[in-house]
C-alpha cells in the first residue's frame, strides 16, 4: 500500500526553528509537495522537490532524499501565524498526488 | 479577486437528499479538482478534469459526479446523501494539467448530513 507518514502535531516557540519531518512509501515517485493549511482554510502551496537537496525559500525550506524516502520542511525564526498544519503530499509512478494527514504545529510566545 | 471560490461554504442538509456545490476558477487554469477532507484531516482526491477528460478516483461513489458547463467552473453534484458524506470539500485548479503544477484551493465546502 502507499503510505505516508507525518507527526500528529507539534510546538514549538516564536523566533525558534522547527523541523517536520515526512516519510513516504509510495509506487514510484514524481515529487513531493508541501502545503500550509491554517483552521478552516483551504491548504496553499509551500514547495515541490523532485530532486535531492535542499531548496531555500525565504523563512522555510524543503529537503528530499528519494533513496531514504524522506523529506523535511524547516521553518526559521518561526512567528505566531505560521500557526498551521502542514500537509506532505507525494506524486507517485501513476502521477496521483497521494496526501499525508498533516502535522499540526503550534506556536508559543 | 478570488482565484477559486465555491459556493456554499457551509451546507447543511438531511440525509437521502441531493445538493450541489459549485466551483468557479479565475486564474485560466486547464485542470480543476474536487478533494474531500475528512474528519482525520486526510485529503482524498475525488475527480480530477482536464479538457474535457474527466478521471474519477474509483474508490468515489457514483452518487457524485462532476459537472463542468465550461473550463472556468467544475461543480460537484451528490446523489442521496449519506451520514458518512460529512467532510470538508475542497475544489482545486491548477494551470495545465500536469500534476507537478501548483495547485491553487478554494476556500472549501463544510458538508453536514444530518
Known amino acids: 500500500g502507499q503510505n505516508i507518514d507525518q507527526p500528529t502535531e507539534m510546538t514549538a516557540t516564536e523566533g525558534a526553528i522547527v523541523q517536520i519531518n515526512c516519510t513516504y512509501q509510495?509506487?514510484?515517485?514524481?515529487?513531493l509537495f508541501w502545503y500550509q493549511q491554517h483552521a478552516g482554510e483551504a491548504p496553499t502551496f509551500l514547495s515541490y522537490?523532485?530532486l535531492d537537496g535542499l531548496e531555500e525559500k525565504g523563512r522555510f525550506s524543503s529537503f528530499l532524499s528519494r533513496s531514504k524516502g524522506y523529506s523535511y520542511l524547516l521553518l526559521k525564526e518561526l512567528q505566531m501565524k505560521d500557526s498551521a498544519s502542514y500537509l506532505c503530499?507525494?506524486?507517485?509512478?501513476?502521477?496521483?498526488?497521494?496526501w499525508g494527514a498533516g502535522t499540526k504545529l503550534i506556536i508559543k510566545p | 479577486d478570488t482565484a477559486v471560490s465555491q459556493t456554499p461554504k457551509y451546507l447543511v442538509t438531511q440525509m437521502g437528499n441531493d445538493k450541489s456545490i459549485k466551483c468557479e476558477q479565475n486564474l485560466g487554469h486547464d485542470t480543476m479538482y474536487w478533494y474531500k477532507q475528512d474528519s482525520k484531516k486526510f485529503l482524498k482526491i475525488m475527480f480530477s478534469y482536464n479538457n474535457k477528460e474527466l478521471i474519477i478516483n474509483e474508490t468515489v461513489p457514483n452518487r457524485f459526479s462532476p459537472k463542468s458547463p465550461d473550463k472556468a467552473h467544475l461543480n460537484l453534484h451528490i446523489n442521496s446523501l449519506e451520514l458518512g458524506d460529512s467532510a470538508v470539500y475542497f475544489c482545486?485548479?491548477?494551470?495545465?494539467?500536469?500534476?507537478?503544477?501548483?495547485?491553487?484551493f478554494g476556500p472549501g465546502t463544510r458538508l453536514t448530513v444530518l
Open positions: 509510495t509506487s514510484g515517485f514524481n515529487g
Open positions: 503530499a507525494v506524486l507517485d509512478s501513476n502521477y496521483q498526488l497521494i
Open positions: 482545486a485548479s491548477s494551470l495545465m494539467g500536469q500534476i507537478t503544477d501548483t495547485q491553487y
Open positions: 522537490n523532485v
